[in-house]
């Protein structure tokens, strides 16, 4: 293999943690460093704004100039995306604001700023066990090696801080775009772009990606370092194509540079360039609807987006890490593992949004001047799962992008330590290149095992279901109450993202508020809270002074607090609740997004917002957030307070901060909240009274009920008290009723189930038309939860078929029930006879049959049928349909396997009524002492002929056959059953002699086996 030279272990300079950012030197796309300080989240003189389709260009001039503002850079491949640079005076926030008042806009957001994912390692020499190692925790590539090394008619597009396209270990694997590799200043191949031979820097805005940092040139070599050419490390491809974009510097880079290198990679695939995925060993910030668009139009592209899972030990299935956590069906999202096949200590997991680990503590590869280095995190594991999706389309290039993402998934090797991933499997490029028969069935949406939902709003699912690359079938989904069955197509429809990539998708929507269950293959049960809406309304204003319990949070951090009773929110029940620093509460998961936007929001399912707004307390200060449960039970109160706490934006001035509580009540649903202060004043007077913050309460990311967004509609000494109104919901079971046959002149009741499965009162009243009729029911007043029946009467006055309908009014709406009936002129009636059958004794292993006469004494159809219970079986005539006056033998057999006295009934069941028989007999069984073959019986001697029996009462009888058991005479017509008796032998003479023991009716019988010899005494003198 290769040697290994210049190979030094070195320490990063920089690490990403999830809500931590380092924006100092960090330059915009227009090259001009922007106004950041350290611990900015976002470029501060920056937005990203999208207009709708056809807004003419003179149009967005105008709403950008109405502000001050100007676009600074568009994205080809991203209609109506534009980079806008604010003025001075103007704030983010207030900028969004104004953006989101046009109705030309689609969306509007702030320039995030995101991070590399490494971690910091102390110098050792890791070299390539993530490739291969004894212990088998690699990827197996030496085996993968033996069927392809690559291909350099494949390229991967590195999206990072740059690769040094110079290194002696990765110089021959670089993409070169030759028409553009003069640095003559012209845009050569006219892609839009000037000299950009290796790539792009968007960081600096020119076209040098050379790596000034490292990271990109690590993650590179991963990807893609010379094999097999004597020096330094081995690349998972020895053969590939590597394109640098260049967005992220030593601290970061931002949005608009992440989505201006996917759309130079989307231009470059649309020019011809075999582009098979981009590599993102990146993340941060917050959800960005133009990272999405644009890694979104990479899938169009057939381009498939392989990203870091995050290095803050985070479970993504509730802390939210982008872009990762992005739905789309071309995103992998990978977690980091250990030379023991361990998950990293630092890596993010999570069991719905990381797709399968892969090696990334200790990695060697390739850094910039013909060096080598070790680094940890998900960024050094994801170009391993980027390299074996290069490898994939270099053993076959016909493999879309869905075949080698589902090979990726498939061809892994199970790992109990990725039990919190979507396959569980820690990534093998062997498995990959040879998958055969490995499935996997694992969903994807909803991403919890519980979750809120509110009535008639469609839930998704989705259900990654594959066999190796391919789809392996629908997948069945059961919904109860109700047993409804649901069934997920891969069909591109709806909420299908893309037909054949092996995602199932489907919906459910709830009919009512409840709970219900989501019951999946394997056992995989998701529990679904439908919750009720509330109301909103002033009230007076009684703030609850605390000493409370400080939750210490940091600046966008969560913690969990568990109430000590059950906090009733929406009609669900909850204990824990997750708070957050930016002035809100949900019970699903930590959510600590500081871009306060509308609700409702799909950023998280529930939200209480009693001021949701980019905040800022200080640690281990008064300025934080604190909570207390105060009261006795059953009327205690939960009060969550935020207490001082400063908008991040002016958060240097710690004068200038707001105070307010929400108080969750005991045994009922109210909300309060209570607003202090909410005078920021100071430079931050633009945020008084509400005017960046949304204040609402959302019981689903599909229904809310929002009191103001980014509106100056708060005052101090004020309150909002939200209640739930009164719901009732109606349900009514059966869904339908049959009455059968009725003769006319009479009726048949049935019985209908009125629920209240709502809340409040349910008042109705019911009808229907002749010949049906209410007979008791007919109006309801229904409590939550309470029930009534309701008695419909068929009183049929014609000899016909009726079908009719009951109907249900109430003040939750009204329903209809179906009813069916057929009146008759007379009624059948079945007779049966005789009354009892007595099968006697018989023999075991044999069987004995008596019949019973059924018979329709009445009019129409008599239906029906017979059963009975063991050693008895109804031989024939089990089920009938007979006529007026017609008949029907019913056999009934009795098979005794034991000796004994047998009882039953044989029931006759029918729509003219039912009845039932006696039978009853007896199992029995004699055995006759075998004579031997070719004894002597004497003739006028005396022998002893002996048997045994069970089950038998009475005497016996005896006979002897001198013809071998066909003809029969008398020995004892009638005798003692005492086991043995004398008989003097008579002639004539024979030789085939046998002789029969039987109950006097002679059912039960057994004969000697063997003849004798009947003859003479012989005397010799």
């Known amino acids: 293999m290769n040697r290994f030279g210049r190979i030094a272990s070195i320490r990063i300079a920089f690490i990403c943690v999830l809500g931590m950012v380092f924006a100092s030197g960090v330059r915009s796309a227009s090259g001009q460093a922007p106004a950041s300080g350290p611990g900015s989240k976002y470029v501060s003189d920056e937005l990203l704004v999208r207009f709708a389709p056809k807004v003419p260009d003179s149009a967005k001039a105008v709403a950008h100039a109405a502000m001050g503002a100007s676009a600074v850079k568009r994205f080809g491949t991203l209609d109506g995306l534009e980079l806008v640079k604010l003025p001075q005076r103007l704030k983010v926030e207030e900028a969004i604001r104004l953006y989101r008042r046009m109705p030309a806009v689609l969306y509007v957001e702030p320039n995030f700023i995101v991070q590399a994912l490494v971690v910091p390692n102390d110098p050792q020499l890791g070299l390539l066990w993530g490739l291969d190692n004894g212990s088998d925790a690699d990827i197996d ?35 070169r775009n030759t028409a553009d590799c003069n640095s003559n200043g012209i845009d050569d191949d006219g ?132 872009p990762a956590n992005y739905y789309l069906p071309n995103i992998i999202a990978v977690a980091a593992t250990t030379s023991t096949d361990s998950r990293a200590s630092f890596s993010n997991f999570g069991r719905r949004t990381v797709h399968l680990g892969a090696p990334g503590d200790q990695i060697l590869s390739t850094t910039p001047g013909n060096t080598y280095s070790t680094l940890s995190g998900t960024s050094m594991a994801t170009p391993h799962v980027t390299g074996v999706a290069a490898l994939l389309k270099a053993q076959d290039g016909t493999r879309d992008w869905r075949a080698i ?56 699912l989705a259900v990654l279901h594959i066999n190796c690359a391919t789809p392996n079938g629908t997948v069945p989904v059961t919904v109860n109450p109700g047993g409804t069955n649901l069934t997920l ?45 509330y109301t909103v309304s002033s009230t007076a204003f009684s703030y609850r002074t605390i000493s409370g319990t400080n939750l210490n949070l940091g600046d966008d951090s969560s913690a969990a607090i568990t109430s000590p009773f059950p906090v009733l929110f929406g009609g669900g029940s909850f204990t824990t609740l997750h708070v957050s620093s930016n002035g809100n509460v949900n019970f699903g998961g930590p959510f600590a ?102 204040v609402g309460v959302q019981v689903d990311s599909d229904s809310a009920n929002q009191y103001s967004f980014n509106t100056a509609t708060l005052a101090d000494g004020t309150a909002l008290l939200w209640t739930l109104p009164s719901n009732p919901a109606i349900t009514v079971t059966p869904a339908s009723q049959e009455f059968g046959s009725a003769p006319i002149g009479t009726s048949a009741d049935r019985i209908f189930t009125v629920q209240n499965t709502g809340t409040g009162t349910l008042t109705g009243s019911v009808y229907t038309s002749s010949p049906f009729g209410i007979l008791s029911g007919g109006s309801f007043s229904l409590a939550a939860g309470a029930s009534q029946g309701v008695v419909v009467r068929f009183s049929p006055a014609l000899e016909a078929t009726y079908a009719g309908e009951v109907g249900f009014t109430s003040n939750a709406g009204d329903v ?127 022998v002893t002929i002996r048997w045994t029996s069970r089950g038998l009462s009475g005497n016996v009888k005896i006979g002897i056959s001198r013809d071998g058991g066909i003809n029969w005479q008398p020995v004892q017509s009638n005798t003692s059953n005492d086991g043995e008796q004398t008989w003097k032998v008579t002639g004539p003479a024979t030789r085939r002699g046998r002789i029969r023991v039987c109950n006097l009716s002679g059912v039960v019988c057994d004969t000697s086996d063997a003849n004798f010899t009947i003859q003479r005494d012989v005397l010799i003198n």
């Open 816 to 942: 209809t029930r179906g009813v069916t009936g057929v009146g008759t002129s007379t009624p059948p009636r079945i007779s049966v006879t005789p009354a009892s059958q007595d099968f006697g004794a018989v023999a075991m292993g044999s069987s004995a049959d008596r019949t019973f006469t059924v018979r329709n004494s009445g009019g129409g159809t008599l239906t029906g049928s017979a059963s009975t219970s063991s050693p008895f079986a109804v031989h024939s005539g089990n089920s009938f349909s007979l006529a007026a006056g017609a008949s029907l033998g019913v056999v009934v057999r009795l098979s005794p396997t034991a000796p004994g006295n047998f009882t039953a009934k044989v029931n006759f069941t029918s729509n003219g009524g039912n009845t039932s028989r006696g039978v009853s007999g007896t199992g029995a069984q004699i055995t006759v002492q075998n004579t031997r073959n070719g004894e002597v019986f004497y003739i006028d001697r005396n």
């Open 489 to 533: 197509q891969d069909d591109g429809l709806q909420t299908d993202q893309i037909a054949g990539d092996g995602v199932y998708s489907g919906q459910w929507t709830p009919p009512a508020e409840g709970t219900y269950t989501l019951t999946l293959p394997g056992g995989d049960v998701v529990t679904v809270y439908v919750l009720r809406g």
């Open 141 to 175: 590539a030496p085996e993968a090696w033996g069927i392809t090394t690559g291909s350099s008619n494949v390229v991967v597009g590195v999206i990072d801080t740059g690769i040094d396209y110079n290194h002696e270990d990765l110089s021959a694997n670089m993409f």
């Open 191 to 322: 892609n839009g772009f000037i000299d950009d031979c290796y790539g792009f820097d968007f960081a600096n805005n020119d076209p040098d990606p050379m790596d000034d940092v490292l990271h990109g040139t690590h993650v590179a070599g991963t990807i893609g370092a010379v094999g097999n050419n004597g020096i330094g490390v081995a690349g998972v491809n020895w053969n590939v194509k590597l394109m640098a974009c260049k967005f992220l510097g030593a601290f970061g880079g931002t949005t608009a540079g992440a989505v201006s290198c996917l759309n130079y990679l989307a231009t470059m695939k649309d020019r011809g360039v075999n582009i098979v995925a981009t590599n993102n060993s990146w993340g941060g910030g917050g959800f960005s609807q133009a990272l999405y668009d644009a890694i979104d139009a990479h899938r169009q592209r057939g381009i498939l987006f392989i990203a870091a899972a995050g290095n803050s030990s985070l479970d993504n299935d509730t802390a939210s890490f982008y």
């Open 405 to 460: 993402r589902n090979l990726i998934l498939a061809g892994g090797d199970n790992q109990s330590s990725l039990a919190d991933t979507v396959t569980q499997k820690r990534l093998n490029a062997y498995g990959s290149l040879t998958c055969s028969g490995s499935t996997i069935l694992s969903r994807l949406r909803p991403i919890g095992t519980s979750i809120t939902a509110s009535a008639g709003t469609p839930i998704d």
């Open 593 to 694: 997004a500081f871009s306060n936007i509308p609700l409702p929001t799909n950023l998280t399912s529930t939200l209480v917002a009693p001021f949701w707004d980019d905040l800022y307390g200080v640690a281990g200060s008064a300025q934080n957030v604190f909570w207390e449960v105060t009261g006795t039970a059953p009327s205690r109160e939960l009060v969550i307070e935020w207490r001082g706490m400063a908008n991040f934006s002016c958060s240097a001035d710690r004068t200038a901060t707001v105070t307010f509580q929400v108080v969750f009540f005991e045994g009922r649903g109210d909300i309060l909240f209570n607003y202090a202060d909410v005078l920021f004043d100071g430079t931050c007077a633009s945020a008084n009274q509400g005017a960046s913050a949304t």
